[in-house]
């Protein structure tokens, strides 16, 4: 198990890369992390279910309508995809979304990614590389990490400290957990994994639920409203 003083040593480095340089970067009003839960409790038909319901969701008129309607009318999204400490992988990179027809591009991207089907679930880890992913070529007025799995972290430390040295540079981390096989789970992502201002849990009661999930989800990140605004 890694240590205490190696996370926090981890940490403080990814803490500098949050920071951006001078370099003149696409304002948006959201940069959005998706991270997707690619672990092995995850099956193939869970993991289809998950992927589609993003998809739809960037298909949805209504998340475009969101998007538009922000002060500058356009965020960054990427998607990656973890499981372990130490493995993740980017599925689909930052994407300038400012207009229907890019939304639609991105959720095509999400569809055509492969997947990395990886063991372990560290929510710690997974939280650690999607702080790194920001600062890249996109300057946005909130910074959103929207983590969903369907277990609690066991691979490397819990996340509490990454969520903090987030939540200190900035960085609003939400929550969607999958209770299909712990019902409680949701708790603990309010205990462990979720922090910032506004931040916020959508349970997705079984796989079969995610999409909706994940559209109330969106609709809310990219308003920066409540979610039950969304229901």
């Known amino acids: 198990m890694l240590s205490r003083r190696t996370l926090l040593a981890s940490a403080a480095a990814t803490?500098?890369?949050?920071?951006?340089?001078?370099?003149?970067?696409?304002?948006?009003?959201?940069?959005?992390?998706?991270?997707?839960?690619?672990?092995?409790?995850?099956d193939w038909e869970e993991y289809a279910l998950q992927r589609q319901?993003?998809?739809?969701?960037?298909?949805?008129?209504?998340?475009?309508?969101?998007?538009?309607?922000?002060?500058?009318?356009?965020?960054?999204?990427i998607m990656t995809q973890w499981a372990g400490f130490t493995l993740q992988s980017v599925a689909v990179p930052?994407?300038?979304?400012?207009?229907?027809?890019?939304?639609v591009s991105f959720a095509d991207a999400i569809l055509e990614a492969p997947r990395y089907r990886l063991r372990g679930t560290s929510l710690s880890g997974a939280l650690l590389h999607a702080t790194r992913l920001f600062g890249d070529g996109f300057e946005g007025s909130r910074q959103v990490i929207d983590v969903s799995g369907d277990g609690p972290n066991n691979s490397g430390p819990e996340p509490d400290t990454v969520r903090d040295l987030a939540v200190a540079a900035g960085?609003?981390?939400?929550?969607?957990?999958?209770?299909?096989?712990?019902?409680?789970?949701?708790?603990?992502?309010?205990?462990h994994v979720i922090g910032g201002p506004g931040a916020f849990i959508e349970e997705a009661?079984?796989?079969e639920a995610f999409g909706a999930?994940?559209?109330?989800?969106l609709l809310a990140e990219v308003s920066g409203l409540t979610p039950h605004r969304f229901a």
Do not use: C, M
């Open 213 to 217: 999930a994940v559209l109330r989800k």
């Open 205 to 207: 009661v079984s796989f």
């Open 15 to 42: 803490s500098s890369l949050v920071v951006r340089p001078a370099a003149a970067a696409t304002a948006v009003d959201l940069e959005l992390v998706l991270a997707v839960d690619v672990s092995g409790s995850v």
């Open 53 to 77: 319901g993003y998809a739809d969701a960037f298909r949805n008129p209504r998340l475009h309508q969101a998007i538009r309607g922000g002060p500058i009318g356009r965020i960054a999204v």
């Open 171 to 191: 960085i609003t981390i939400n929550g969607l957990p999958i209770l299909t096989d712990l019902p409680w789970l949701g708790d603990y992502y309010r205990s």
């Open 94 to 103: 930052w994407t300038l979304v400012d207009s229907a027809a890019s939304a």
